[in-house]
């Protein structure tokens, strides 16, 4: 019953900027924390980044103060403004919600493709 659509992602020259966009609908009353999600070629799916209603985020070691995690809860969009990138960026970038821990539901995108170049 929800649904998550991301949008954003593009091909960068190493050490541009892309900013994601992941928007909600559907029976979204229950969700509480977003996430994005990547994964490589050959690579498995890793967490990137995870916020909570009030607004605080958690980042992987391998992007913090390059990435920020924001969400505008009346849109129900969250945002990955990803800076600096690297080619080790490349992936495809997922978003993630769930009703935890009060629920057990969790939601995935489509994802959107992040290339970088060298």
């Known amino acids: 019953q929800v649904q998550l659509v991301e949008s954003g992602g593009g091909l960068v020259q190493a050490g541009g900027s892309l900013r994601l966009s992941c928007v909600a609908s559907?029976?979204?009353?229950?969700?509480?924390?977003m996430g994005w999600y990547r994964q490589g070629p050959g690579e498995q799916r890793e967490l990137v980044a995870t916020?909570?209603?009030?607004?605080?985020?958690s980042y992987a070691d391998s992007v913090k103060g390059r990435f920020t995690i924001s969400r505008d809860n009346a849109k129900n969009t969250v945002y990955l403004q990803m800076n600096s990138l690297k080619p080790e960026d490349t992936a495809v970038y997922y978003c993630n919600a769930n009703d935890f821990p009060l629920g057990k539901n969790e939601y995935w995108g489509q994802g959107t493709q992040v290339t970088v170049s060298s």
């Open positions: 559907g029976s979204i009353f229950g969700i509480n924390a």
């Open positions: 916020i909570f209603r009030r607004g605080s985020g």
